[in-house]
């Protein structure tokens, strides 16, 4: 920064920034608008059971880096760590895939990631990998692909994201070491801890647990305090973002420009403090990162403000947590870039860039947790540096409701073993604190994007209902060998995934349930075309013609259509036997089965359709079908608006 | 010790050992069988599903507590974390009941564990903290509970161990803090962190990560073949233990004096080492516990072996993982300690006292790594100490088979952050090694007690079956109205807790499925005696009898008996309705069903009963029951012998 060129400076910084943005805007807004965001919150949709539109396609993985990039370095108060959960995602699928057709990378032993599990499984290990990577804590992103992504969990699951982080912090650590001479930039810094805080013997006493508790309640009073302005501010931008490309790319430069201002401007209202005589470390630091900024101030002297805001978000995270200099940033100083970080972390996410949520909540909370231990300075005898590591753990519990997964990584992060037990209690606190009042912020997101989310347990209100209560639309069932006219005007015309099969006579003596058959099978079944002129069984016939693998599910995007099936006037008057591709056991609950019951056993075993049967004998053998609509709230609710949600 | 009076020494020695040898081992063979062994495998059973008898009374509690005291005491080489697991588990229940009322130990709140469920997670709890006290490992705790103990898992329960041991870490830091000065014995020493090898900077290169490999697949190797000879020793023993608490009290005595000798007798091989002169601890040690043991050496000399063997098991692992001074120990001395305690930690478990695995392992484990830290010295350039962890690392993982568990509780235990990628190469390799040769020691240990224990998932061979094939038994099931002659027959006839409920006219137009009845709710029905002398529904009349309470889950021993029932002849011939108490949507299965989705179903939702219906209509309501036994691969491969088991 040249002397007195000030507003020169301010022009470079914002206008530079603002490029940036608008890379990552125009990246986003035209190339794959499920780039923005967290993307954490669509994984664990994902893992629930929804497929949303290009959540995970290569486009989407190539604009989350690329557009990650652009974010981080336009200066705005977002993190890579987000991004970096979905990129692990991405590229999981992307494998689980078979690779990418379009972009001609294609392997034939990945077929075996043809069937659901699988391939969600693939892809919460790529998750893991993302958060391993990210805060360089393997152990910490098993541990978030437990508690945060999957739904549903299995022993051999845990082995396989364990192998899987295992090899990220093998790679990484080789890397770091590859590295360690700074030929990476800044990638080589901190090694496998990322700020370590390892304390010499933190001792504390009943005042110190009283602050501590105090950094609890109030930290889980903010943070859902973040997660309710949060949730506003996506639903205002959501109005804006709809109005086209050109609208979200306004919001970016809007939201850049008093970034910039914020990060430029607010620094001027700190003093100068001069430096202290018994330092390590440069200062005041000349260069682009480092601990004592000089910005305005005269030769010896420092801005606290300055270090904070002109720094790397990890620089900026490891001087909050620093214990060497107790009163290196002014009380205010530190208010102001509290009440700025805060601000700008609300305002940002929901723009269309790639953002991730933790960095801006670990800057905001270690802000305010150091801020709190200068306050209570005279109280308290803990270090205002440890302090700013539990107002962070505070904010993460506040806003993300994990506790042991937070608890390890953040462990790794600054291996301070010593600290466990406070760092337990604050996240305890502060979780139980903002569960009183909202969800977590990616179940926020989620609700707020309208993916039908499985809770993982049945709400109150279900309670009073059976399963018939729910079960909606007209039922549309084939008989075991149908015409094939009809099986395509129900494909046409319905956009059911499942159908009930019955068996009438000839093919019974009475209406049975013969099973359910889904619409992908439905649509291989009808493109092979073997058709018979008579209502006959053909069983063991043409089942050699097909394959196993025919029947695998396909890429996101890939499966036959049934716009893809040419069957002409003739064909259609012919009939096709259902029989050897029925599942001829599926999932049934009896019709006055209590709606929450059914629901565990949809959600346990992961279900997409259940058969609901009558109770009495004698009507036709099937009542309905149950699927992940009929039980989410706003349906259930909707068919019966007396019933209380909460009780 | 006195001069020259080894034999003297020897005979005070082994006759203490025996004497506080026969006080656990009378405890556990007269007053509570159960409480022999870790109890980890019944702790895990009993989360499975299966409540064995009294494995978590209170009397198997106070043998537990003060039998483990006894038994460390005795020089035995046992731990007391598997213990600890129970004893945490035994609380658990204790409190889960409502108190003992033996005891008269009651609360009336705790009547709301009155249900399967939240006493299971009140016991997971129990088991989670008391791995989080044995290691001081509060994390390693929760991770414990969900990887090894927990069948199901919900993140309510995630939520409540990590509390759980949360407040066990804060409770164990202040008596840590209370202790400092040394009046609580052994139990302050070592702080939050028993093992602390945090080494300034491990850096390792490629013949390191070759010879750390080389542990994990040799640690994997020799940890199957512990688990097998594990198995083959408690096989025998059951033979001896079987005849009576004589022979078990033998039985100890004999082992006990076998580990006597071992340890007063072997270090006599070794040579006496003189002292290095740049140490900051006495050298040799007096007293009871130390690094340097004098024993028979002359002043200024101490003997490795003694070190190793006559010291507490803690300091014996400390000394193990310590790299303050690389020759410490003989390569000789390391390959005797290591060889005793594997064959002792083989002979001594099984044997009627509460014993814990996890310290044999460990300790043979870092004889094991150490020495070969010790024999490829020349080769790799990493700290003998840091091969001894990886050592205990490896034989955990090949005995044990837990992955993020157990590199948890070894950090934690450590403080050795930047070993992590280590530890988890060393514990995948060994676990991959060792699970291709058979299966987990608690899990060989549960089969071997012959605990009925459902698998997560459903074997291959399942797959060739249907629900119906397994069905086993006549069928008894009940009308809407009973006879209550004919319910006190089937209870009194049968072991069966579940019985189908049948409506036929003129109840319903045709026979139906009305639902399940339990046993114990039977009880409680017949015990109120309200009777109708005709075959009428008097569903209202009599609810308003009973609270919702009478017919929740008694505690262990305490709910009625069949025998308990006071039913003159006049009643039998009376009737009672059972629809107020049926349970009318139990979940069903289609017969056809194959066994293996069954399976699931039955596993995943965590059932007692599935009721198998009939495919075709027309036929009676309900085809039979499955229970958790008629899925054990002895039950379904006795059925079908021909069925090979492996495909």
């Given at each position: 920064m040249l002397a007195d060129k000030y507003y020169q400076a301010f022009a470079a910084f914002a206008g530079l920034n603002m490029i940036l943005a608008i890379c990552a805007g125009v990246l986003c807004a035209l190339i794959a608008p499920a780039a923005a965001g967290s993307g954490i919150p669509e994984v664990k949709a994902y893992l629930n059971g929804v497929d949303a539109h290009s959540i995970l396609a290569p486009s989407t993985l190539l604009v989350k880096i690329f557009g990650s990039v652009f974010g981080v370095a336009a200066g705005f108060?977002?993190?890579?760590e987000g991004p970096m959960v979905h990129t692990g995602a991405c590229i999981a699928n992307l494998l689980g895939q078979g690779g990418s057709r379009k972009y001609h990378l294609t392997w034939k032993w990945l077929r075996f990631f043809k069937n659901d599990r699988d391939r969600r499984d693939l892809i919460t290990c790529g998750a893991a990998a993302g958060v391993a990577v990210a805060f360089r804590a393997p152990v910490g992103g098993v541990l978030f692909a437990l508690e945060e992504a999957a739904s549903w969990w299995r022993s051999a699951l845990l082995w396989r994201t364990f192998f899987t982080t295992a090899v990220v912090a093998m790679v990484l650590r080789s890397l770091i070491q590859f590295c360690k001479s700074g030929k990476c930039g800044l990638f080589?810094?901190?090694?496998?801890?990322?700020?370590?805080?390892?304390?010499?013997n933190p001792s504390y006493n009943t005042a110190d647990l009283l602050a501590i508790m105090l950094i609890g309640v109030l930290g889980g009073i903010l943070g859902s305090l973040y997660n309710y302005l949060v949730d506003k501010v996506l639903r205002t931008y959501s109005i804006i973002n709809e109005r086209g490309p050109a609208f979200k790319i306004l919001l970016v430069i809007v939201v850049s420009l008093l970034t910039s201002c914020c990060a430029y401007g607010l620094p001027w209202f700190a003093a100068c403090t001069p430096c202290p005589t018994d330092l390590d470390v440069q200062c005041p630091t000349i260069g682009r990162s480092g601990n004592y900024k000089n910005f305005?101030?005269?030769?010896g002297h420092y801005n606290g403000l300055a270090s904070l805001f002109l720094n790397t978000n990890d620089d900026a995270i490891r001087n909050l947590f620093s214990s060497t200099n107790k009163n290196e940033f002014h009380i205010s100083a530190l208010f102001i870039f509290f009440a700025a970080v805060y601000f700008l972390g609300v305002i940002t996410y929901g723009i269309a860039i790639p953002s991730g949520l933790f960095i801006p909540v670990i800057l905001a909370g270690a802000s305010y947790g150091r801020l709190l231990g200068r306050l209570l300075g005279s109280f308290a005898s803990l270090d205002v540096g440890l302090f700013g590591l539990l107002g962070a753990a505070s904010f993460l519990g506040g806003t993300m409701r994990m506790t042991v997964s937070l608890c390890v990584i953040l462990l790794e992060l600054?291996?301070?073993?010593?600290m466990l037990p406070l760092m337990m209690l604050v996240l305890l606190i502060s979780k139980t604190v903002a569960d009183s009042f909202n969800k977590g912020v990616y179940d926020q997101i989620v609700k707020m994007k309208g993916l039908p989310y499985m809770e993982a347990h049945a709400e109150p209100y279900m309670r009073q209902l059976v399963a018939s209560d729910v079960c909606s639309g007209p039922l549309i069932s084939f008989s075991g060998v149908e015409k094939v006219g009809n099986i395509l005007h129900a494909l046409r015309m319905t956009r059911h995934n499942g159908f009930p099969v019955i068996d009438e006579p000839p093919f019974a003596d009475a209406p049975e349930l013969c099973g359910l058959v889904l619409r992908s099978h439905l649509l291989v079944l009808l493109n092979a075309k073997?058709?018979?002129?008579?209502?006959v069984l053909t069983r063991t016939e043409y089942l050699r013609m097909f394959h196993a693998f025919d029947f695998g599910k396909a890429g996101s995007g890939k499966g036959l259509k049934v716009e893809d099936l040419d069957i002409n006037e003739e064909e259609m008057e012919m009939y096709v036997d259902l029989h050897p591709i029925t599942n001829t056991s599926p999932y049934t609950v009896v019709e006055t089965m209590s709606l929450a019951k059914a629901a565990v056993l949809f959600r346990e075993l992961g279900l997409r359709h259940v058969c609901v049967v009558p109770k009495t004998p004698g009507r036709p053998p099937i009542v309905g079908i149950l699927t992940r609509h009929d039980f989410m709230p706003e349906h259930v609710l909707g068919l019966y608006p007396d019933i209380h949600p909460h009780k």
């Open positions: 108060v977002v993190g890579k080589g810094q901190g090694g496998l801890i990322m700020f370590n805080v390892n304390s010499a305005q101030c005269a030769e600054t291996n301070d073993l010593l073997k058709f018979t002129k008579n209502r």
